[in-house]
Each structure stands twice: as C-alpha cells, then as structure tokens.
C-alpha cells in the first residue's frame, strides 16, 4: 500500500523528518523558503497531511484548491494561521503543539519582562556605542520586579507559569483578567487574584499578554488600554502580533506614557512598525519565545505524532476539531 503523502512546509529537524518518512511520502522545505500562498497551495495539492508552523496560512482558498487534504499539525500552540471553521468544514483535521512549550515560553516572557523593566538592551546598546564614560546615580534606572503587582492578561498554561515565576521566585502580587476564571485551587496555586480588564490595566506594574489572538482580540490594547496604565508601567507581548495596536504603542513609548515594552511579536511581523525600532524603551526578538531546542524539537515531534496517530486511524493527541474524529 502506498504511503500518504505529505507536505513539510518549513524547515525542520532532519530527525523529524526521518520519523515522518517512516510513514510518509514527504516534501519537505530544506532550504526553509518561506513560500507565497499559491506557492504553498501548489505544493500542497495532492497532499493528504501538512506540517505547518504558525507562519502557514490554511485557510478556504487554500482548502478549495487541495481537496486531498485531511489533516495540518501545527508546530506552534497558537493556531491563528488556521481558519478553523472553514477547515472543520471541509473536514480537515487541525492540531497543535500545547503543553511542551508552556515552561520555556515563561521563562521567556519572564526573561522579557526583566529586560524591560531593567532596562537591559537599552543599556546594552549605550555601552556598545561607546558612550559609557561614568558612573551616574540614575543611569538606566528602572522600576523593580520583586515586590512589584504583576499583571497577566490570557491565564491560560502559559499565564499561569508566568504567574507561579512572579509570585513564587520574586513576591510579586499576581492579578490576572481572563475570559473565564480560574478555580479556586489554580489561583491559589499561583497565588493569583482575578480582576476585571480596568483594574488589571490600571494597578499592574508590569502587565503580560498572553492571550490568543483572534478577530475579537485585535487591538486589545490600543490607546485607551494604554492611557490607563500607569506612566512607570511596563508591557510585555509574547502572545501574538495584532493584539496590540503597535503604532498606539509606539506613540505610548515616545511620549512616555508608560516606561518601557518589550515585544517578541508584532503586527505583520517579521516586519516591525519602524517607530517602534526608534524608540530607546522597548526591548525587541524575533518571536522566539518556544525558542530552545529541547523544546522546539518537543514541538515538531508532537507534530508529527499528531500526523502519524491520524493516519494509523488513532486519536491524535492534540486535535483542535475533535467534532470531526467522532464521525470517523
Ligand atoms: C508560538 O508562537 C506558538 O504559538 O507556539
């Protein structure tokens, strides 16, 4: 019997890549182009299953023109490059990569907030360029961290590690907004206080986004989110680019309306709004928040596990529509 056919649409680990062609017919994109959308559609045609990463839209047109396809494992825990309804529909199978990530992608976001709130880059960057000549009372004084209320928007797995990291390791007061509320015994866990979106913004000292974005969290924090922070406030986004109005921000930052950001997504990334790579108080990465290779490999490996168990006819381990594995 011949394999299924299946297409990997970003570089990845060459060991992945032996596991899936165990199983597979595999294209595969070693030379990690990042393809056009008929680019991707052409080369997907034909296709049972895709390995995609967060930057590979799946979407009606492309579902149109690939008939043959029945499943797209993301190797991302965010999974806003796919339109679910319209793949739930055509009976596309969508999973992704959660769990894995969670503990790294805190320690990142945590790492993020230490940076900005200490003003680490910023200082980086005036050392290098050479214009350090003395030592002064206030240079680089930033706001502190221990002690301080941190505030997380998006309580999910990763906002509740970022949660553990302030309350635990530096006496933080940890308030959160979420669409639901935690129970009692994961709010205690992370010794975390639930708010309404106005307290959250206008008590936190240091406020994290870690919420999926969706059409109803574009622009979540805009200018009037921004003018209710406190001007010592600092912003970190590890979620996704478009929840926050980037140019509302990077006016936020030049006026001083709040201290410092630090942003590891952004709005039509990898392009960054050029008034935010102008402005000294905010710290800026390439959306590597999952970023070691421990946990990028658990990333693909899961991935692949989903692609592996669908087409054994086994439950995969983290489907999106699990509506369609019922009627199967
Ligand atoms: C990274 O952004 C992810 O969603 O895994």
Known sequence: MSKPRILVARAVFPE????????????????????????LIARLKGKQ???TTGGDRIDAEVLVACPDLKICANMAVGYNNFDL?????????????????????????????MATARRITESEHFLRAGKWSQWSYDMFAGSDIHGATLGILGMGRIGQGIAKRGA????????????????????????????????????????????????????????????MMKPTATLVNIARGGIVDD????????????????LDVFEGEPKVHPDLLSVPNVVLTPHIASAT???????????????????EGKRPPTPLNPSLLATK
């Open 293 to 311: 290779l421990p946990t990028r490999m658990a990333m693909a490996d899961l991935a692949a596990s989903n692609l592996i168990a669908f087409f």
């Open 247 to 262: 140019a509302a921000l990077a006016a936020a930052l030049k006026d001083r309306r709040i201290a410092a950001a630090g």
């Open 168 to 227: 635990h390791g530096f006496g933080m007061k940890v308030i959160y907004h979420n669409r639901s509320r935690l129970d009692a015994a994961l709010e205690a866990d992370c010794k975390a206080s639930y708010v309404s979106k106005e307290e959250l913004l206008r008590s936190a000292d240091h406020l994290v986004l870690v919420l999926p974005y969706s059409a109803e969290s574009h622009h979540t924090i805009g200018a009037a989110e921004l003018a």
């Open 85 to 113: 309804d319209a793949m739930t529909t055509a009976g596309v199978l969508a999973t992704n990569a959660p769990d894995v990530l969670t503990e790294t992608t805190a320690d990142f976001g945590f790492a993020l907030l």
């Open 49 to 51: 299953g895709a390995f």
């Open 16 to 39: 992945v890549i032996t596991r899936l062609e165990q199983h597979f017919e595999v294209e595969s994109n070693p030379t990690d182009e990042a393809w056009s959308k008929p680019q």
